[in-house]
C-alpha cells in the first residue's frame, strides 16, 4: 500500500489551493500555450520535487537537480519568468491534461500507452531500470526476485515492468512475495533501509547517485529487462501542444550538442549518458 510522508501529505493537501489560484484553466486561454508563455512572460510547469537528483528540495528549500537546470536554461531562452509547481507525481499528467501548467518539468518514462497521449520532448537520460538493494545482498539475475518484497512507485514507468517481472516469475513458478507501490521512490528507499522491502526497482540514473552517496547502505544490483528499446525519460507537452514540446527540444539538443547537457550529467550523476537525436519513442508517438 502506498504510503504518504508528512511533507508529501502536506503538498497533497494543499494541492486544491494551489489549483483554485487558477479560476481559469490556462488551457482555456487563446493563442496556443507557447504563444501565451510568450505572451504574459511566465510559464507555469508542473514537478515531482522527490526524484533526486534530477529535482528535489534542498535544505534552503528551493528546487534544484539535474532537471532544473536545464529548465533554468529553458526558462532563461523563452526569455519568460518561471513559477515551479512542486506536485505529487499521481497528479502531475492529469494535472497536465486538465491545463493546470504549461509542460510537465520532471522525468517521464517513455511507454506507448503514455506516448499514444502526451507529446514527449527529446530524452535528457537513460532510464534502464536496475534492482536496487541494501548493501551485501545484490544479485546478478532478475530471476533472483521471486520470493522477495519488491517495491517501486505507484503510477511510475516502472510499476508496469514490475508487475511484467512479477507476472513472468509466477508463470514460471514463484513470483514475488509482494509488490509494495509508494507515492515517491524516497518512500521505497526508506523501506528498503528498514527491512520493510527487499528489492526497490528503478532507473539507473537515480540508483547511481544514491549509491555513490551512500554505499554502506545500498547496491545495484541486476538490470530489469522491460522487453522494449524506449528506456528514456523525457519530459511532456500536451498532445496540442507540439510547438511548445519541439522548443524544448531544440534547447535540449543544443545542450547536447554543445556540452552543457554533459557537463551536467557529470555535475550530477558523475558520468554521462549518450541522448540519440531519434529512434527514442515507440512507433506511432505524437
Given at each position: ?18 489549483l ?6 490556462l ?8 504563444g501565451?508563455?510568450?505572451?504574459t ?18 535544505e ?91 517495491g517501486?512507485?505507484?503510477?511510475s ?18 513470483g514475488f ?7 515517491a ?84 550523476f ?17
Amino acid at each position: 500500500m502506498a504510503k504518504l510522508t508528512r511533507r508529501q501529505f502536506g503538498i497533497v493537501t494543499g494541492l486544491t489551493g494551489v489549483l483554485a489560484a487558477f479560476p481559469i484553466p490556462l488551457l482555456a486561454q487563446t493563442g496556443g500555450t507557447l504563444g501565451r508563455i510568450r505572451e504574459t512572460g511566465t510559464v507555469t510547469v508542473g514537478t515531482e520535487a522527490a526524484f533526486p537528483p534530477f529535482e528535489f528540495v534542498d535544505e534552503s528549500g528551493q528546487i534544484v537537480g539535474y532537471g532544473k537546470d536545464i529548465l533554468d536554461v529553458i526558462v532563461s531562452e523563452l526569455g519568460v519568468e518561471l513559477r515551479q509547481l512542486d506536485l505529487p507525481w499521481q497528479g502531475i499528467l492529469p494535472g497536465l491534461l486538465a491545463g493546470n501548467f504549461d509542460f510537465v518539468a520532471t522525468t517521464v518514462g517513455v511507454n506507448e500507452e503514455r506516448a499514444s497521449r502526451y507529446a514527449y520532448t527529446a530524452p535528457i537520460a537513460n532510464g534502464q531500470p536496475y534492482a536496487l538493494t541494501r548493501a551485501g545482498e545484490a544479485f546478478e539475475d532478475e530471476d533472483a526476485m521471486a520470493g522477495l518484497r519488491v517495491g517501486t512507485q505507484l503510477a511510475s514507468s516502472t510499476e508496469p515492468i514490475a508487475r511484467a517481472l512479477n507476472d513472468r516469475l509466477t508463470a514460471e513458478g514463484e513470483g514475488f512475495a509482494d509488490l509494495l507501490l509508494y507515492t515517491a521512490f524516497t518512500d521505497c528507499y526508506v523501506a528498503l533501509a528498514t527491512g520493510e522491502i527487499d528489492v526497490v526497482i528503478q532507473s539507473l540514473p537515480s540508483l547511481a547517485t544514491l549509491v555513490r552517496d551512500r554505499p554502506d547502505a545500498f547496491e545495484i544490483g541486476a538490470p530489469i529487462e522491460t522487453g522494449v528499446q524506449w528506456t528514456y525519460l523525457c519530459w511532456v507537452t500536451r498532445p496540442e501542444d507540439t510547438d511548445l514540446r519541439d522548443f524544448i527540444s531544440v534547447v535540449i539538443f543544443k545542450m547536447r550538442d554543445d556540452g552543457r547537457l554533459y557537463e551536467l550529467q557529470e555535475k550530477w550523476f558523475g558520468f554521462r549518458m549518450e541522448i540519440p537525436h531519434d529512434g527514442y519513442l515507440p512507433e506511432g508517438a505524437l
